[in-house]
């Protein structure tokens, strides 16, 4: 009943040649750049199983530490089968059994003792390598009986690291080293609390495009790749992996010439990064003197010296959702005040775009503040949770009026539908004023009110939304998400998830023609407006005003100053021919790569 006896041949070759064979999996790119680390896995619990090397003069020390751990597990084995046996009867405490004798498996031991004593692993990376590789070799037996005995070896694994002092919750927190996150999932509020220094990347199992998770990985410039499927349990053991954030793929165990060439790709990045850099300071001009306002988005205060150090005209959207997903308090409207003002003094008169919340209300962790919504994306979220929870939104409109006195400061609503919703922010918003006016507080009266285009529904109206604010937003994240009826953290339809969609660019097409005709300033400040090879097509349709994410300013710049208006018409012209986002896409790489060849990663 060993683990021997569960193994085929073929599974046991497997297991034999797993650890040093390379393997290449598929995600979704959110983050561009390459990182190449160790791998720091979590599993869907958040503990995580470390890589460790030790002297020579440990071993000693890692074979007793294991032979204590492997004793006081069998112990708490033993018990659990006698307890389990008495209440529940001898077949159910058998499966405890079972584990005893997987624990004491001979070949089990062999493996483990090689890996510390030849290999000077430390006794919690042998366990995790061993077992890992172990559940993924029955996993992949076709007998289901075996393939479930996979999860009895996981359990006996996270037994055993944490007698072994590997299992900890706050994972993230404790590093020293290099590493690449490797997990399930992770939340907005994690990846915001990645420690830059040490987290080079991070792949996980789930994740769209489009979702939080993604836009702060690109704020923060974290490569990262999300929705690559189940992978965790295959590489617990991997001495190196690497992250390309610009094709979406995750590598474990590269082969030396894989692991050259990407090493010479994020040279080659590096050496593009300092050429961009020259001209940052350089106006976002084209070649028949067009200028662009290229501005940036943000999520967080300190990365507003990126933006000015890249050239950023202005913030063109100050996402505020970190305020509330970094803590475990509501922000007060103190909070909300110091973190704006701080933007607002750095950008020393360039104008800043601060967006009002913009969360559903399934990830709002501060009180319940409605029940369990089946479609969140088309529930209580955004400016309709603001409207529901004043105590939620007073405070924020507050801290926006009054840093608005520290220089040029705009407010704009995120997911407006309809006349009504847009009319209640607004009439909201002069209460609010009328309420500092009063307490004598400063305040800017005229702050200037714009809003996102998100919906469909807002297209269609947008003349008449046109009378009621001072200028437009075009978000295509969620404009093709509601547009193409996709979630956009939803990897199991990712592939429909596409902004250069030609029902998306239509709306956008006929957003830009209403902003002309009725005299409304226009940007866009999704996704789309970061992808040089999209770029070019938004400058055609008439866009003169982007905003982006810092890491791609110097990017956006250098094709706009390398393009004229003329050229770009024409890439608009024939984009809108195309009947498939695929179409779209493979055409403008093609006139990226003539326009601006250096600018397509080989």
Not at 41 to 53: E, F, K, S, T
Not at 523 to 540: D, K
Not at 544 to 570: D, H
């Amino acid at each position: 009943m060993g683990l021997h006896r569960w193994c085929d041949a073929k599974a046991s070759n497997w297991i034999q040649t797993a650890s040093i064979a390379m393997l290449e999996l598929q995600g979704i790119p959110v983050s561009p750049g390459v990182a190449i680390a160790s791998a720091l896995v979590l599993d869907a619990d958040g503990y995580r199983i470390p890589r460790c090397i030790v002297p020579a003069s440990d071993v000693d020390d890692e074979f007793a530490r294991l032979r204590t751990a492997v004793t006081t597990v069998s112990q708490q084995l033993e018990q659990s089968r006698l307890e389990t046996t008495a209440t529940a009867g001898r077949q159910t405490g058998d499966i405890f059994a079972a584990q005893l004798q997987m624990l004491h498996d001979p070949r089990l031991h062999s493996e483990l003792e090689k890996r510390i004593g030849e290999d000077r692993q430390s006794a919690a990376f042998a366990v995790s390598g061993v077992l890992h590789n172990y559940a993924a070799a029955l996993q992949k037996l076709e007998n289901p009986f075996l393939a479930d005995r996979a999860q009895d070896v996981l359990d006996i694994e996270r037994q055993l690291l944490t007698q072994l002092g590997a299992v900890t919750r706050q994972p993230l927190h404790d590093l020293n080293e290099p590493v690449i996150v490797l997990s399930r999932m992770l939340t907005p509020s994690e990846t915001a609390g990645l420690n830059r220094e040490f987290v080079k990347g991070f792949c996980t199992e789930v994740g769209g495009p489009g979702g939080h998770t993604a836009i702060v990985a690109k704020g923060l410039e974290i490569p990262a790749v999300v929705g690559i499927g189940e992978f965790l349990p295959v590489i617990a053991g991997a001495d190196c992996v690497i992250v390309d954030g610009d094709r979406g793929r995750l590598i474990i165990d590269p082969t030396d010439e894989v692991l050259e060439n990407y090493r010479k790709r994020a040279e080659y990045r590096r050496t593009l990064a300092q050429r961009l850099a020259q001209q940052s300071q350089l106006p976002a001009t084209t070649t028949d003197g067009t200028r662009i306002s290229l501005n940036a988005n943000i999520e967080f205060p300190h990365e507003t010296a990126s933006c000015l150090q890249r050239g950023a005209d202005g913030i063109g959207l100050y996402r505020t959702e970190f305020l509330y997903l970094s803590s475990d308090e509501e922000p007060s409207e103190e909070d909300h005040y110091e973190a704006y003002a701080e933007v607002i003094k750095q950008m020393n008169g360039r104008p800043v775009v601060i967006r009002t919340l913009d969360l559903g209300a399934d990830k709002m962790g501060h009180g319940k503040r409605s029940q369990q919504e089946n479609n969140p994306f088309l529930g209580l979220r955004s400016i309709r949770l603001s409207l529901r929870n004043l105590d939620l939104f007073r405070p924020q409109l507050r801290a926006v009026l009054r840093a608005a006195a520290l220089g040029d400061v705009r407010v704009m609503f995120p997911l407006i539908t309809t006349i009504a919703e847009l009319r209640q922010a607004r009439m909201l918003l002069n209460l609010v004023a009328e309420d500092l006016k009063e307490a004598g507080v400063p305040y800017r009266s005229d702050l200037p009110i714009g809003m996102m285009v998100e919906v469909p529904a807002a297209v269609i109206m947008l003349d008449h939304f046109a009378c009621e604010v001072d200028f437009f937003s075009i978000g295509t994240n969620d404009l093709a998400q509601y547009t193409l009826a996709v979630d956009r953290s939803n990897e199991s339809v990712a592939d429909l998830y596409q902004s250069s969609d030609p029902a998306v660019l239509r709306l956008i097409q006929a957003s830009i023609d209403v902003a002309a005709q009725t005299q409304t300033p226009i940007s866009v400040c999704g996704e789309m407006s970061s992808n040089p090879a999209r770029a070019l097509l938004l400058l055609g349709m008439g866009v003169r005003s982007l905003s982006v994410p810092p890491s791609a300013l110097p990017r956006v710049k250098k094709v706009i100053r390398n393009v004229s208006i003329e050229e770009c018409e024409a890439i608009a012209e024939r984009v809108c021919k195309l009947e498939s986002a695929r179409d779209v896409d493979l055409y403008l790489l093609d006139r990226l790569s003539d326009l601006a060849p250096e600018l397509v990663m080989q």
